[in-house]
């Protein structure tokens, strides 16, 4: 039987000084009893049983040194996984391609720490002794991170064989220790900085098969070694099987995140003369049954990762009330935009009915000239008509015919100040030139006679004797 090898995240305690030269003393926090960052779980009634196999396993590393003393750019390294050959067999195993730089000493027990929180928290944790005096260099980095307040960041390797699989979640059954890799914890020389969840996936994928049940339960599995997904398995399953025939030789794959729409995977290679360790994003598509990977939108990626601040309870509701005033003024935004995108339409209906309209104006203005410059000639045509006849009236038709004259007839026409002026020109010439003839009349006497007797001179009688008698 080969059991399955897992490694969860753990981080180095503390590095103290012994009387003895060759030894410092050292403790790491190995895991708690939440749910790993991939997924895995181990409770605390499995991992009571499990503290003794921590006693005599190694802690190892890369190391990579100096550049020149005093350089500061050595760093460490990763499991150095690679891909090896059994030398009777030729079967396929995980080799790991790092030194031993220490042990653990005691058996594994668990303790009380407190979160970033300030919560209180049951962890299982190890202690040990790292082999000063032959590995100096490497000690010397490890008391530079801790000095600096660096946490140094490492991998805790264990071998189990019976699991519980379900919703997404690994419950680790039954397993023992074999041993814990200190990473690189910063980017240091031409070494970048190894985050242990990743890196863990990595090594596990080399051989291995995913899981493609919901629910699965796995005991005394002989020669299986499995990778602990995120999510998505038999999504993931299927993106293996689709992306690793196209790998070349002695080149690996890790998918280290699943989208709705793309993926990333770690892509790696040991073949000699193209070694590598890259990320990169591959678009895909899925149906009930399959996944097929656009390989054309392969990009190169790169992880990015922050540390946030714990909000207080009074600006997280000042945040949330916020955020609800963002959703109503996003609302009112996208009713605004509405209202917009109507009046622009009708705006755009109006442009064009106004373009229209210019072009039909374009189009009829030469018969509008056509018919104003019509009528003004017929306008002029009876002015002058009409002056001709006034100034011939009057024997004048030479004056009529001078330019002055006939400027001023031509500005009649004008509806304008101009155009009275002339007509007030033309009608004070045509009164000068009226001649008008004086006669002498004689007055015809006037017999009057003064009666001093004011009575009726006409008889009341009418009969002939009253008339004429006296």
């Not at 059991?3 to 503390?14: A, E, G, P, T």
């Amino acid at each position: 039987m080969e059991k399955k090898r897992h490694v969860f995240d753990i981080q180095l305690n503390s590095i103290t000084d012994t009387d003895n030269p060759t030894k410092k003393e050292c403790e790491f926090i190995l895991h708690d009893f939440e749910v790993s960052h991939n997924n895995a779980f181990i409770s605390k009634t499995t991992a009571e049983k499990t503290l003794h196999t921590l006693k005599d396993m190694p802690i190892v590393c890369q190391y990579f040194p100096v550049s020149e003393a005093g350089a500061k750019d050595d760093a460490l390294g990763t499991h150095g996984a690679y891909l090896d050959e059994d030398r009777d067999t030729g079967e396929s195993f995980v080799g790991l391609n790092t030194i031993p730089i220490g042990v653990f000493t005691e058996d594994a027990y668990i303790t009380t720490i407190q979160d970033e929180y300030g919560n209180d928290k049951e962890v299982v944790a190890g202690k040990g002794i790292l082999w000063a005096s032959r590995f100096p260099n490497v000690i010397g980095l490890l008391k530079e991170w801790k000095d600096a307040g660096i946490p140094v960041v490492s991998s805790m390797e264990i071998l189990y064989d019976s699991y519980l699989f379900k919703d997404g979640v690994e419950e680790i059954l039954s397993y023992v220790y074999e041993g814990h890799c200190v990473l690189n914890s910063e980017n240091r020389g031409n070494h970048s900085k190894v985050y242990p969840a990743y890196d863990v996936s990595k090594l596990n994928k080399l051989v291995a098969q995913a899981i493609n049940q919901h629910t699965k339960e796995g005991d005394n599995m002989d020669k299986f070694k499995k990778i602990f997904e995120l999510s998505h398995d038999d999504i993931r399953t299927q993106l293996y099987n689709e992306l690793d025939p196209t790998l070349g030789e002695r080149t690996y794959s890790w998918i280290a995140d699943v989208f709705d729409s793309y993926f990333v995977a770690n892509i790696y290679s040991y073949a000699d003369g193209n070694e590598f360790d890259k990320y990169f994003k591959f678009n895909y598509t899925k149906s009930d049954t399959d996944v097929n990977i656009d390989f054309d939108s392969k990009t190169e990626v790169f992880l990015k990762r922050n540390w946030e601040e714990v909000v207080p309870e009074d600006i997280q509701a000042q945040l949330n009330e916020k955020d609800n005033s963002i959703t109503t003024l996003k609302n009112q935004l996208n009713t605004l935009s509405a209202e917009k995108e109507n009046i622009e339409k009708k705006f755009n209906n109006a442009s064009e009915t106004i373009i229209q309209l210019n072009t039909q104006v374009e189009e009829l203005t030469p018969f509008k000239n056509q018919v104003e410059q019509d009528k003004l000639e017929k306008a002029l045509n009876e002015k002058k008509e009409f002056y001709s006849a006034k100034f011939k009236a009057l024997n004048a038709t030479d004056k009529f015919n001078e330019e002055t004259v006939q400027d001023l007839v031509s500005k009649t026409v004008l509806d304008n100040e101009e155009g009275q002026k002339a007509i007030l020109q033309l009608n004070t010439m045509l009164v000068d030139m009226v001649v008008v003839e004086k006669q002498t009349k004689t007055e015809d006497p006037v017999i009057r006679e003064i009666s001093s007797k004011r009575e009726n001179l006409i008889p009341a009688s009418d009969d002939f004797e009253s008339r004429y008698s006296n």
